[in-house]
């Protein structure tokens, strides 16, 4: 019996080397890059969202279009699986108001030392360095190594190479072109351009607009977003990011609506206005309670001759978006190998004994948490559909 070999060590990958071990298989895990798990460390920096703790249904609506596919992955390693599976590493979790559930470290880094050291004491191993290329004609795995080609003959593969953000961190999206039916990549969870004036984006970039809610085509999200030098970006952009993405790509640019005070309705913020004998800035800041930054998007729509009253532009003040930031700083990204390429067990319907999981499949899903989910929910279903293959 030879091993299971599974390319990608991310979240993905290394549950469903952990799956497979624990089954008694012997597995073999490649990376293309020196470290494992580099995009899982980078998402431990905000905190590691884990999962989500919200019913199951509402949980799986977050999926859009993809929701049913990954419906069957999902019931059977549902999230309470998952929680479950990081307190048994020895770190326990704390649901936030939110409903979002991460580890009380609020890092990555401790829960992957204890999941590598776990998976070494399975006797599985890590091959660094390996870039998976393909399979030769024998339909042995071929990988480019600083040494030189490698061949590697497996019991069955399973494919977790990840999708297209961030492509730094090893999952850069060249798999695509080594399978059929992958949907081309778009980023996910990213910023957008808005053009700043040069005041605003010396005086602003890098502040947060907190406590904000955020409308587009009827959806509205409460949260934060960030100034960066050339546009928007944060938790209630990202959840936004989808449609505008879509409608920025349709018709050149999209209309944010942006409510600064969500806590107060027009007419109370409208009776807080004294208006004489105060500047603009001051009207701002005193009276309707805006932070510096969000006082600077009032005037910067004044000074781009916007003459709406200011209680109505306060709770919904347009801004223009007009470009999307691109995938090397999204936090996911759109597209990958279609569902309709898998059988029910994830394994590929034109190649046998090959499974795939994680975020290269064809999903999208807001952060919250989703997107470690579906990760950790194909990872361990790639593994039982190894398992059911080779059993
Ligand atoms: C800044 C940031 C913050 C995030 N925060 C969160 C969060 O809080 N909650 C959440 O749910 N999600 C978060 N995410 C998303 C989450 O990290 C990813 O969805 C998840 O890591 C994807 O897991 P994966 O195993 O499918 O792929 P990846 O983690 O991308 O791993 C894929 C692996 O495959 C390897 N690989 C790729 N191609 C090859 C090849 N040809 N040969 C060999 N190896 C290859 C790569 O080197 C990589 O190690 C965040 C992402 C970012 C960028």
């Known amino acids: 019996m030879s091993a299971v070999a599974v390319i990608g060590a ?9 799956t497979l071990a624990q089954a008694g298989r012997e597995v073999v895990i490649f990376d293309q890059m020196a470290q494992p798990a580099r ?16 019913p199951l249904e509402r949980f799986l609506a977050h999926y859009g279009a993809a929701a049913e596919a990954l419906r069957p992955a999902i019931e059977a390693f549902p999230p309470e699986a998952l929680i479950a599976w990081c307190e048994g590493l020895g770190q326990a979790v704390f649901t936030g108001s939110s ?16 999941w590598l050291a776990r998976l070494e004491g399975l ?22 190594t600083p ?12 494919l977790a190479l990840g999708g297209a953000s961030w492509p730094r961190l090893g999952s850069d999206g060249g798999w695509a072109s080594l ?39 009827g959806e509205t999200r409460r949260g934060e977003a960030m100034v960066t030098r050339d546009g928007i970006e944060g938790g209630a952009v990202y959840a ?50 805006l932070s510096p930054v969000a006082a600077g998007l009032v005037q910067e729509a004044r000074h781009a001759g916007d003459t709406t009253a200011l209680p109505a532009l306060i709770k919904a003040l347009p801004l223009r978006l007009t470009g999307v930031q691109g995938l090397e700083r999204a936090i996911s990204s759109a597209g990958g190998l279609r569902f309709t390429a898998l059988d029910a067990h994830c394994m590929l319907r034109a190649r046998s004994g090959v499974f795939v999981a994680g975020e290269m499949l064809d999903w999208e899903a807001p952060t919250g948490g989703y997107l470690l989910q579906a990760c950790f929910s194909t990872g361990v279903a790639a593994a039982r559909g190894v398992l059911l293959s080779i059993a």
Not at 10 to 18: F, M, N, Q, V
Not at 103 to 113: G, Y
Not at 243 to 261: C, H, T
Request: aromatic letters at 8%; a positive charge.
């Open 39 to 54: 995009k899982f460390l980078v998402a431990g920096r905000g905190g590691l969202n884990l999962t989500h703790s919200q």
């Open 10 to 18: 991310g979240p993905a990958g290394l549950i469903a080397a952990e």
């Open 147 to 158: 040494e030189g080609e490698v061949s590697f003959v497996a019991d069955a593969t399973v």
């Open 240 to 289: 936004l990011s989808g449609a505008l993405r879509d409608a920025i790509s349709r018709d050149g640019s999209a209309l944010l609506q942006v409510d600064l005070r969500p806590d107060l309705n027009q007419a109370a913020l409208a009776a807080r206005f004294s208006g004489r004998g105060m500047s603009l800035s001051n009207q701002l800041r005193k009276q309707a309670g």
């Open 123 to 144: 006797g599985v191993t890590l091959r660094r360095r390996h870039r998976w290329t393909g399979w030769d004609d024998a339909g042995a795995l071929r990988f480019a």
């Open 179 to 217: 399978l059929a039916d992958v949907a081309p990549f778009q980023p996910s969870n990213m910023g957008f351009h808005v053009a700043w004036s040069p005041h605003f984006r010396e005086r602003f970039q890098g502040l947060p607009l907190k406590r904000v809610a955020l409308t587009f085509a």
């Open 99 to 114: 409903g979002r559930v991460f580890p009380r470290a609020m890092k990555a880094s401790p829960l992957l030392r204890a």
